[in-house]
């Protein structure tokens, strides 16, 4: 693993500190030599043997602290790398590796039953370009970061929410209630959204196009619930933006579709003729 400026500097330290104790080893040995020329020769061998036990363990604990200090500072660097690896970096929130490791997770809980349903809200930013264009990419970020926020302030503490690229966002709803606590919480996700955003002296108004899917009618993997409910955000988007819609399958769409078209006794104005046998 890279470590950047910290994989530099350790040898630097490194030797410094060797330098340091290699000075203080010589200034250890002549002055204890000079002193033993003023004892007799029995307390002389006493302080020599006692010298070279306190040369050990004061080259132990030395190493010790030496080692301990830089493998600490290895690993808080590595959780920092492993932290950034897993975030995005201008709104904090996981991206889109980390949170499909997420949904992947809630949704293998779900499978063993220790988990009860799951709602996924696929977010989109209505006329986030017109933003970026007209104010510039500085106030684009801020407004990125400033809806991370709100997202933040929404969510439960057992929800999950990430950046899924640019100006879309997914939020991961665990045990929503169902259908309806993913509508609900869709539709006051939109309504935070419509409150004006302050920015670099601005007021920016923005509004966000919401698609719901859910686990287990919307799919039963990563890939067929992200799918989905990016189907049905589209359909919002479609419908006028500002809105949320809930994935429909095809076939529930042609079932709507058929329940909705006149039957033959409504075209007729009447009830249908039926023929009778004649006798």
């Given at each position: 693993m890279y470590l950047g400026n910290f994989g530099k500097a350790a040898p630097v330290r490194a030797s410094r500190i060797a330098l340091i104790y290699l000075l203080a080893g010589v200034a250890w040995i002549v002055l204890t030599d000079a002193a033993m020329e003023f004892m007799t020769p029995e307390i002389a061998l006493l302080f020599s043997m006692a010298k070279g036990i306190i040369f050990v363990l004061l080259t132990a604990l030395g190493l010790y602290l030496a080692l301990s200090r830089w493998d600490n500072q290895r690993q808080r660097m590595e959780d920092r790398l492993r932290r950034a690896s897993?975030?995005?970096p201008l709104t904090g929130l996981l991206n889109r590796a980390a949170f499909t490791e997420a949904l992947a997770q809630a949704l293998a809980r779900a499978r063993r039953g220790s988990a009860g349903s799951l709602g996924l809200l696929f977010l989109d930013l209505d006329g986030f370009k017109d933003i970026n264009d007209n104010f510039g990419h500085g106030v684009g970020d801020?407004?990125?970061m400033e809806v991370a926020a709100r997202l933040n302030l929404a969510r439960r503490e057992t929800d999950t929410v990430g950046r899924f690229g640019g100006d879309e966002f997914l939020l991961l709803l665990d045990d929503p209630d169902g259908d309806s606590g993913s509508?609900?919480?869709?539709?006051r996700l939109v309504e935070?959204?419509?409150a004006p955003f302050f920015l670099a002296?601005?007021?920016l108004r923005l509004s966000v196009s919401i698609g719901v899917a859910q686990y287990p009618?919307?799919?039963a993997t990563t890939e067929e619930l992200i799918r989905n409910a990016d189907q049905a955000m589209y359909e919002a988007k479609s419908g006028g933006k500002d809105a949320f819609r809930r994935f429909?399958?095809?076939?529930a769409q042609i079932l709507s579709l058929v329940s909705s078209s006149p039957s033959p006794a409504s075209s007729t104005g009447g009830k249908p003729?039926?023929?009778r046998a004649r006798p």
């Open positions: 897993r975030t995005d801020l407004l990125l509508l609900a919480a869709a539709e935070s959204m419509r002296g601005q007021e009618d919307d799919g429909r399958s095809q076939s003729k039926t023929s």
